[in-house]
Nanobody, 124 residues
Framework: QVQLVESGGGLVQAGGSLRLSCAGS????????MGWFRQAPGKERDFVAG????????EYADSVKGRFTISKDNAKNTVSLQMNSLKPEDTAVYYC?????????????????WGQGTQVTVSS
């Protein structure tokens, strides 16, 4: 059984930083791309960042480029999202996801497994 467990969410002031982590079990991340998505109340779940199987290639939503960094530790089966210069519009539930293959995709249907989500709230 594949499980993804996110941690690191919380409340932070605008301009602050948070680091989200996702620990996986039941599947070896080294063979698959991983992604972070977020969903604000009343909105769709949107792509935030993705990383390919090796960790050598990354992709970001325009809204977070230059502020967020995704990384992957295949030895520990973890993926992280470092979020800097946070803005109130970054407030959402953040989800970690494991793709069906090794290539970064930005659509939710390309991801097979999802974590339960972690709340990030940025106050102004």
């Amino acid at each position: 059984q594949v499980q993804l467990v996110e941690s690191g969410g919380g409340l932070v002031q605008a301009g602050g930083s948070l680091r989200l982590s996702c620990a996986g079990s039941g599947r070896t991340f080294s063979r698959f791309a991983m992604g972070w998505f977020r969903q604000a109340p009343g909105k769709e779940r949107d792509f935030v960042a993705g990383i390919n199987w090796s960790g050598g290639r990354t992709e970001y939503a325009d809204s977070v480029k230059g502020r967020f960094t995704i990384s992957k530790d295949n030895a520990k089966n973890t993926v992280s999202l470092q979020m800097n210069s946070l803005k109130p519009e970054d407030t959402a539930v953040y989800y970690c996801a494991c793709a069906a293959n090794s290539i970064i995709r930005t659509i939710t249907s390309a991801y097979e497994y999802w974590g339960q989500g972690t709340q990030v709230t940025v106050s102004s």
